[in-house]
């Protein structure tokens, strides 16, 4: 059903604190409280529930915990166990009077993600800038010049080896079997891990030959194992469905090669990609890969993050540059009259080119497109702030769906944030003004 709005009480509860009462009602999260559109939010969520059935959660409340997630880089128990004890975090969410028990289960943010999607997540980042525009922390003719720029989101997986892998494969095959009461023949784990060891320390010691024997013991345990359940599996198709999709990632595994292009590094997430990115420290990112759009000239703020998507399949990065400039329109509004981006945006074709500047080039250079062409950089230092105090370099999300996700998440997140650091600055700012002229006069009357 749909969700039902906190509404005010009709009277005051004698024996329980009201949430204004006792917290600060200048701080900076009630003034955000008040910025963010709570019913354009709800607008976009109402059409994912329906009409019958239990109430849904309160709108303010699932989409404040995840905006506080976010912006204070918590994880859903953090966030939650934290909003138990701070009122600053129960009034964001709606709350009239302070409560000392989590209204909720933990789980209904995840079910929630997994209920709106990708969808919900651009109305955010689109509220985010919004509000932005509110307060006067991002001016519209700001958003006409954009830099474009893609990174790697890291995906929560191990480095993977073929070793690991086909043991993940073995164990989870076997587990599987077990929970179904299929009987294997053997279950190999015993040995298969025994063969992990020993391989990791015949490499460890440059014993290659000997490593790549042991790790042909294990391709051949996995086949045996896969072998045996399709013989088992032969006229019982109510349990041909539950190991599908099982053992359509284990025949692969068994049968890819070192040079095969499409492989899977991640038994719980196949659609990880392994992305090279010629970097010294780290030469192999594993997840895919993430657009990031800024604005150019810095705002009162600073850079707000106008667009983010997460791009499956690895595609260069020319071909995504259309896409993007299209879905910036759409998001916020304003046709980007000038973007700039770096060598890799080579053959981007796009229909305007003289509106696309490429780090180094020498064509068409006026003094004011030198003078944005040098600021192309800021871009850098902003992922840095979404990988290192955001969620971006570890995604721990589910599927292709949770990649989508966590980037625009992520991003809205840091826009609040910003949001947040404004409000903390226009406060002192106008709290200095109005108290200077007190603070003048005490110093003359002490002297």
Not at 267 to 274: D, G, K, N, Q
Not at 324 to 352: M, N, W
Request: with cysteine.
């Amino acid at each position: 059903m749909q969700p039902k709005a906190i509404e005010n009480a009709p009277q005051e509860d004698l024996f329980r604190a009201r949430l204004d009462n006792i917290i600060n009602m200048r701080h900076e999260l009630v003034k955000l409280a008040g910025t963010v559109d709570w019913n354009f939010l709800e607008s976009k969520i109402i059409p994912y529930y329906s009409c019958e059935g239990r109430p849904g959660i309160p709108v303010r409340l699932i989409v404040g915990l995840h905006i506080l997630k976010q912006m204070y880089n918590l994880s859903d128990e953090g966030v939650c166990e934290r909003w138990v004890q701070d009122p600053y975090f129960q009034f964001f969410c709606g709350e009239i009077y302070f409560q000392h028990h989590f209204p909720i289960d933990r789980t209904s943010m995840t079910q929630f993600r997994k209920r709106v999607g990708e969808a919900f997540c651009v109305s955010l980042l689109q509220e985010s800038l919004h509000s932005a525009y509110k307060l006067g922390a991002l001016e519209p003719k700001q958003v006409e010049r954009v830099v474009v720029d893609t990174t790697v989101q890291s995906k929560a997986v191990t480095f993977p080896t073929d070793a690991k892998l086909r043991y993940k494969a073995i164990s989870a095959l076997v587990k599987l079997a077990k929970g179904h009461g299929l009987k294997l023949r053997q279950s190999y784990l015993r040995v298969g891990k025994k063969a992990v060891v020993a391989s990791s320390r015949y490499r460890h010691a440059k014993q290659m030959k000997r490593a790549n024997k042991v790790e042909k013991k294990l391709q051949t345990y996995l086949g045996r194992i896969i072998r045996d359940i399709e013989r088992k599996l032969v006229n019982q198709d109510e349990l041909s469905i539950p190991f599908a999709s099982a053992l359509k990632k284990a025949i692969q595994i068994h049968e890819q090669k070192k040079e095969d292009s499409n492989k899977i590094y991640s038994w719980h997430a196949p659609e990880v990609e392994c992305i090279s990115k010629g970097k010294a420290h780290k030469p192999y990112e594993f997840g895919c890969k993430v657009s990031i759009t800024t604005n150019v000239n810095p705002a009162p703020a600073g850079h707000f993050v106008l667009h983010a998507s997460a791009l499956q399949g690895q595609p260069y990065d020319g071909h995504t540059l259309n896409q993007v400039l299209e879905e910036v329109k759409t998001q916020t509004g304003i046709e980007s009259v000038r973007a700039y981006v770096d060598k890799g945006y080579r053959g981007h074709k796009h229909p305007k080119k003289y509106r696309v500047f490429m780090s180094g080039q020498k064509r068409g250079m006026t003094a004011s497109i030198k003078r944005e062409l040098k600021r192309r950089s800021v871009v850098e230092p902003l992922i840095g702030h979404l990988k290192n105090e955001g969620r971006l370099g570890r995604n721990y999300l589910y599927g292709v769906q949770g990649d989508k996700i966590n980037a625009l998440m992520v991003c809205a997140g840091y826009n609040f944030k910003l949001i947040l650091r404004w409000l903390r600055l226009l406060f002192f700012f106008i709290f200095g003004f109005m108290w200077r002229p007190c603070f003048q006069e005490s110093t003359l009357l002490a002297y």
